[in-house]
């Protein structure tokens, strides 16, 4: 682990924000989200204070770029998630010389759910190539992004969808026998939900491979869908993995996900780590202190999100972005 991920730490760049809007021909699936990166003003990154629930992400909203060029990470959010949910992660990134984009996924976000588009799965991946495209050819930031160095990260079903990115596909047949029965995993009961692979024409098109040879790296953060991967797909991964999961196991069973990923993977090319005490929302912002309460009695059942979501998620939150920045780094 890195032992210079300080609270307080004095860091070389100030974090920009922007929005985004991918524009490209598929009018099918428009995509939109925010992208983090380096400012000349390292000491500017006020705190908004939009939510109750939810700390914000130090920020410089359209904050003066930093010369240079410096590495693209992008990131995709877990199941009815959205861009806010790791924009912490960009934040600190873009503090230490990373630009980070993140589109909000047509059908599987917060505010977007259409049964169409969270049926086409497969598009998930695609999402992520679209918005690489868009920044290194048609965005304002193009010049600022050193196009060698491109890499994903994901949570949870983003796990499952920066995995496809690396060259990971689905396997029907496991599919089918994983998810049938009554002990199945977590993902199971997701896939089988959302009407995944359900026709011959949604079965070729989840089999396709979604690999983007433009990604060199891939970050998993506590995935769900390892089960309904092909293992011969997972051997043949050319590209080095990081493999985040979460040692209190409170969502998904890591002998399942985190675990199988990792010992499916070349072992010269992953590095799984099991973060003590971690849970699967460590991997999501910081809760302010009253933000369970508040979820209990407003959202019951969504409080799970703030078990130990306030000082304990920030100790977990600087274990995560030592774990990244090492891995990440050459």
């Known amino acids: 682990m890195s032992p210079g991920v ?5 860091l070389p760049y100030g974090p920009g924000v922007s929005k985004i809007t991918i524009e490209d021909n598929r009018q099918d699936r428009p995509l939109a989200g925010d992208i983090w990166y380096p400012t000349s003003t390292p000491d500017i990154h006020p705190i908004a204070n939009k939510s109750k629930v939810w700390q914000m992400a130090p920020a410089d ?7 240079g060029t410096f590495p693209l990470v992008v990131v995709s959010h877990g199941m009815y998630g959205n861009t806010f949910n790791q924009s912490w992660l960009g934040s600190e990134l873009a503090r230490r010389g990373y630009v980070v984009a993140m589109v909000n996924h047509p059908g599987t976000s917060s505010w977007l759910r259409d049964p169409d588009h969270t049926r086409k799965l497969w598009d998930r991946p695609v999402d992520l190539s679209r918005l690489i495209s868009f920044l290194i050819e048609e965005s304002p930031y193009r010049d600022r992004i050193d196009i060698n160095r491109i890499h994903a990260v994901g949570h949870s079903l983003g796990g499952f969808t920066v995995m496809l990115l690396a060259g990971a596909t689905f396997d029907q047949t496991r599919y089918e026998t994983t998810c049938a029965g009554e002990d199945q995993p977590v993902a199971c009961k997701v896939l089988t939900g959302w009407s995944i692979a359900r026709t011959e024409a949604d079965q070729a098109a989840m089999s396709v ?8 790296k891939i970050v998993s953060l506590d995935l769900g869908g390892t089960p309904v991967l092909s293992r011969p797909s997972l051997a043949a991964l050319d590209i080095p993995v990081l493999v985040l999961g979460a040692e209190r196991a409170d969502m998904l069973d890591q002998d399942r996900e985190s675990r199988a990923l990792a010992a499916s993977l070349p072992q010269d090319r992953v590095h799984h780590v099991e973060l003590e005490g971690a849970g699967h929302f460590d991997f999501m912002g910081q809760c302010k202190p009253a933000g369970y309460a508040i979820l209990k009695e407003h959202e019951p059942g969504d409080e799970i999100v703030c078990v130990k979501g306030s000082v304990e998620r920030a100790s977990q939150h600087r274990r995560i972005l030592s774990e990244v920045l090492d891995f990440l780094t050459p």
């Open 61 to 67: 909203p359209d904050g003066p770029p930093a010369e």
């Open 209 to 216: 491979s979604r690999k983007d040879s433009r990604v060199k």
């Open 6 to 10: 300080q609270a307080g730490e004095a």
